[in-house]
């Protein structure tokens, strides 16, 4: 019930097209839905969070779809750009002390030009 | 404008041997967290703490200690160096609790038991 499950595992775009990156998870009591971008040999960092109060989210090009009642959530990259190469992770809590952020495993996304 | 800080970035441990991966972050973060990246398997929490003084167990957290005497600093102690302890560790912080608040990540130390 704690897993959070992301597809798919590695994604080819071409420079302007729509990458869509799913998750799911079980357990209802997660209210925090961030998503981390990550460049090779750096740290995660926080691209866009939602909360289950809402269904949708847009920053920009980067858009978090979310459906409640399914228990799945999805990250759209709109015109996608070769410096959106990374590996994007969704992830879940549920807002108290010491459960953190429970990590799906990672989609590495590719923005062929 | 440091953030999370981990030395070393690299390094190789023989089998048995112990290490401390050092970790501090300057932004009077009370939360501070560990995490190991396998490949294709995400980030797994190691431990974490609420603050100086208080540490918990995550995940994963057999074969490594932690202790926070210092709201800053969050040391990784590895003892008796596994192969299965080859991994990216990531340290990271965040403000107050970890859901719905930003955690920052350092930049990780990449570990190889040999």
């Known amino acids: 019930q704690q897993q959070v499950k992301q597809s798919p595992q590695s994604l080819i775009v071409q420079k302007g097209g729509i990458s869509i990156i799913n998750c799911a998870y079980e357990n209802t009591a997660f209210d925090y839905f961030p998503w981390y971008q990550q460049f090779p040999g750096k740290g995660p960092a926080l691209l866009i969070a939602i909360r289950p109060d809402v269904s949708e989210k847009k920053e920009g090009r980067f858009t978090i779809s979310f459906n409640k009642s399914a228990k799945q959530f999805s990250l759209h990259i709109m015109d996608s750009q070769p410096g959106d190469s990374a590996t994007y992770f969704c992830?879940?809590?549920?807002?108290?002390?010491?459960?953190?952020?429970?990590f799906g495993k990672g989609t590495t996304l590719s923005v062929s030009s | 404008n440091a953030g999370v800080t981990q030395t070393p970035k690299f390094r190789i441990l023989k089998i048995g041997q112990s290490m401390t991966l050092q970790c501090t972050q300057d932004?009077?973060?009370?939360?501070m967290y560990w995490y190991r990246q396998d490949p294709g398997m995400g980030l797994k929490l190691i431990y974490y703490s609420v603050g100086a003084g208080i540490t918990d167990k995550g995940e994963v957290p057999n074969g490594y200690n932690v202790s926070r005497s210092t709201t800053e600093d969050f040391p990784l102690r590895l003892e008796l160096a596994a192969p299965s302890q080859t991994s990216v560790y990531f340290c990271?912080?965040?403000?107050?609790?970890?859901?719905?608040?930003?955690?920052?990540f350092g930049e990780g130390s990449w570990l190889t038991v040999v």
């Open positions: 990271a912080s965040s403000p107050n609790r970890g859901g719905g608040n930003t955690i920052y």
């Open positions: 932004m009077n973060h009370n939360y």
């Open positions: 992830a879940a809590s549920i807002g108290q002390a010491g459960t953190a952020l429970i």
